[in-house]
């Protein structure tokens, strides 16, 4: 599976992003998905994650209410939509995918075996 994440850019605080990734790969379907983040300096963190049916998805604290996770598993893609953001949400985010995450591993980076590229989010205060 390749990820290419695309939709950062520069936000108000306030102000709303999407981010995608797309997916190669005929079994986009059966893998988990997920989005980390890393800021400068910081270590890298959990944002949010997706079961393959997307019956499940799991949010770090920091980003639940304001950030959803979905996935089209006809068009191979799984999106953030980023609301009320702030200026701490500033990173680089990155998008993950694993086939056999079980439930209790989701927040965790080695956990997942394919990572995408990173977009870069910056929101102004």
């Known amino acids: 599976v390749q990820l290419q994440a695309s939709g950062g850019g520069l936000v108000q605080a306030g102000g709303s992003l999407r981010l995608l990734c797309a997916a190669s790969g005929r079994t986009f379907s059966s893998y988990a998905m997920g989005w980390f983040r890393q800021a400068p300096g910081k270590e890298r963190e959990f944002v949010a994650a997706?079961?393959?049916?997307?019956?499940?998805?799991y949010y770090a604290d920091s980003v639940k209410g304001r950030f959803t996770i979905s996935r089209d598993n006809v068009k191979n893609t799984v999106y953030l939509q980023m609301n009320s953001l702030k200026p701490e949400d500033t990173a680089v985010y990155y998008c993950?995918?694993?086939?056999?995450?079980?439930?209790?591993?989701?927040?965790?980076?080695?956990?997942?075996?394919?990572w995408g590229q990173g977009t870069l989010v910056t929101v102004s205060s």
């Open positions: 997706i079961s393959w049916s997307g019956g499940s998805t």
């Open positions: 993950v995918a694993d086939p056999t995450i079980d439930s209790g591993s989701y927040y965790y980076p080695p956990a997942y075996d394919y």
